[in-house]
């Protein structure tokens, strides 16, 4: 009887023991339960004009660069290793990143960016792409690039490329450069035209030229495509029309609209939108770039005041009154030339919170703040894998739009 006893003595103890490993294994993604995983959803946009943040990939850190702070944060003359008394590196910009300098293939930077896109009511980025060549830094950017179109998955926006055939230049004769460009076309077409976030325009994947600036004869881009199974809506900026098209080749789909010291000619191009096709609208918070100061040679352009936010503002009012069907903000981080949306310290979040204005979207600072306190906390607690996985569970919460459970966790930590 004894011996009964004692059996069923150990296996209450079992039972026992086996119940509390369960509830520490299982539950809401608290401190101990498992990570409940979502998918993105997508965010509810009354304004149904297509948003693009074209993107920058080119940043790098001493922790991603062989021990050198990259050249878009140093140019010619400045060492972000030197920190003022408050805090902040020298840098070759005007403005400063609200969280620092930082590195493009950065996770925990690549999620704050697309999450702050996200809750702004950005559909996606078109990624500024110095193709396959294996010169200068293009290797980098492009390990960068694949590390950002990853990123983008998970937080469930889209992309699309934006070319820069300057990259061909160097060392290359005309036949070269046709052979280069078909190189780069063909990894497209191979690595990103056929991914489900890729951006489609009439069923074809969208390709931006910076320009174009070397290929500049409407035959060059009929060769450079003639190696595709799949023709791109090809869409040089609206000026370079002619040097893809012509009464034999036709190449384009339409041209994108740049910066312009301007304002009056961005509304004459929305007036003459038949004249190009299709017309990728543009709004930017202002330009002031630091070459002439950081000695990379002379200014690229006028300076043009972002005047506290009411630029963007004014050129977002006019998309939307000539109801543009895409519009391409620019840009979401070229520091370098003062284009940048993303939140610095001089303005915070206010460019996105006029973004936030134009999708119409119904969240605002009070999220944006929310995702730069998910940035933070990451950082703070990289070495402490149980905060990790809280923040994860944030994370997911935070893609599939559930900012009320996200926040109990930021609060928390």
């Given at each position: 009887?004894?011996?009964?006893?004692?059996?069923?003595?150990?296996?209450?103890?079992?039972?026992?023991?086996?119940?509390c490993s369960s509830d520490s294994s299982e539950g809401d993604g608290g401190d101990t339960g498992k990570t409940e995983k979502f998918d993105p959803v997508a965010v509810t946009k009354p304004n149904k004009t297509k948003v693009w943040a074209h993107y920058m990939p080119w940043f790098e850190t001493p922790e991603t660069n062989n021990g050198k702070w990259g050249y878009h944060w140093t140019m010619n003359n400045c060492d972000p290793n030197k920190v003022d008394a408050s805090g902040k590196r020298e840098i070759a910009a005007h403005y400063y990143p609200l969280i620092g300098p930082y590195a493009s293939s950065d996770i925990d930077v690549l999620e704050y960016h697309f999450l702050l896109m996200k809750y702004a009511g950005i559909d996606g980025i078109l990624i500024d792409w110095y193709g396959t060549r294996k010169v200068n830094d293009y290797a980098g950017l492009l390990k960068n690039t694949e590390a950002i179109v990853a990123a983008l998955d998970k937080v469930g926006l889209e992309f699309a490329i934006v070319y820069e055939d300057r990259t061909l230049e160097d060392g290359l004769d005309e036949s070269g450069r046709?052979?280069?460009?078909r190189l780069d076309m063909v990894y497209l077409q191979n690595n990103f035209f056929k991914k489900s976030n890729y951006i489609k325009i009439d069923g074809n994947p969208l390709l931006l030229i910076f320009g174009p600036i070397v290929l500049k004869k409407p035959l060059n881009w009929y060769q450079v495509f003639s190696g595709l199974s799949h023709k791109p809506a090809f869409f040089p900026i609206y000026y370079f029309l002619d040097l893809v098209n012509d009464s034999q080749y036709t190449n384009g789909a339409g041209g994108y609209i740049w910066v312009d010291e301007n304002e009056t000619k961005i509304r004459e191009l929305y007036g003459r939108q038949a004249d190009f096709g299709e017309l990728i609208g543009a709004a930017y918070p202002g330009f002031k770039d630091y070459y002439k100061e950081g000695g990379a040679g002379g200014a690229a352009g006028a300076v043009v005041d972002p005047e506290n936010g009411a630029l963007i503002e004014r050129l977002l009012k006019l998309a939307e009154e000539q109801k543009v069907d895409y519009l391409q903000l620019i840009t979401w981080n070229d520091i370098g030339e003062g284009t940048m949306i993303e939140p610095t310290q001089e303005y915070k979040y206010r460019f996105l919170e006029k973004v936030q204005g134009f999708t119409k979207v119904s969240y605002g600072t009070s999220h944006l703040e929310n995702i730069y306190k998910y940035y933070t906390l990451k950082k703070k607690y990289s070495d402490d894998k149980e905060k990790?996985?809280?923040?994860?569970?944030?994370?997911?919460?935070?893609?599939?739009?559930?900012?009320?459970?996200?926040?109990?966790?930021?609060n928390k930590l």
């Amino acid at each position: 009887m004894n011996r009964i006893k004692e059996i069923l003595y150990c296996l209450l103890l079992m039972l026992l023991f086996a119940g509390c490993s369960s509830d520490s294994s299982e539950g809401d993604g608290g401190d101990t339960g498992k990570t409940e995983k979502f998918d993105p959803v997508a965010v509810t946009k009354p304004n149904k004009t297509k948003v693009w943040a074209h993107y920058m990939p080119w940043f790098e850190t001493p922790e991603t660069n062989n021990g050198k702070w990259g050249y878009h944060w140093t140019m010619n003359n400045c060492d972000p290793n030197k920190v003022d008394a408050s805090g902040k590196r020298e840098i070759a910009a005007h403005y400063y990143p609200l969280i620092g300098p930082y590195a493009s293939s950065d996770i925990d930077v690549l999620e704050y960016h697309f999450l702050l896109m996200k809750y702004a009511g950005i559909d996606g980025i078109l990624i500024d792409w110095y193709g396959t060549r294996k010169v200068n830094d293009y290797a980098g950017l492009l390990k960068n690039t694949e590390a950002i179109v990853a990123a983008l998955d998970k937080v469930g926006l889209e992309f699309a490329i934006v070319y820069e055939d300057r990259t061909l230049e160097d060392g290359l004769d005309e036949s070269g450069r046709i052979s280069q460009a078909r190189l780069d076309m063909v990894y497209l077409q191979n690595n990103f035209f056929k991914k489900s976030n890729y951006i489609k325009i009439d069923g074809n994947p969208l390709l931006l030229i910076f320009g174009p600036i070397v290929l500049k004869k409407p035959l060059n881009w009929y060769q450079v495509f003639s190696g595709l199974s799949h023709k791109p809506a090809f869409f040089p900026i609206y000026y370079f029309l002619d040097l893809v098209n012509d009464s034999q080749y036709t190449n384009g789909a339409g041209g994108y609209i740049w910066v312009d010291e301007n304002e009056t000619k961005i509304r004459e191009l929305y007036g003459r939108q038949a004249d190009f096709g299709e017309l990728i609208g543009a709004a930017y918070p202002g330009f002031k770039d630091y070459y002439k100061e950081g000695g990379a040679g002379g200014a690229a352009g006028a300076v043009v005041d972002p005047e506290n936010g009411a630029l963007i503002e004014r050129l977002l009012k006019l998309a939307e009154e000539q109801k543009v069907d895409y519009l391409q903000l620019i840009t979401w981080n070229d520091i370098g030339e003062g284009t940048m949306i993303e939140p610095t310290q001089e303005y915070k979040y206010r460019f996105l919170e006029k973004v936030q204005g134009f999708t119409k979207v119904s969240y605002g600072t009070s999220h944006l703040e929310n995702i730069y306190k998910y940035y933070t906390l990451k950082k703070k607690y990289s070495d402490d894998k149980e905060k990790q996985k809280q923040l994860l569970q944030a994370f997911y919460y935070l893609i599939s739009l559930q900012d009320a459970k996200a926040n109990e966790i930021l609060n928390k930590l």
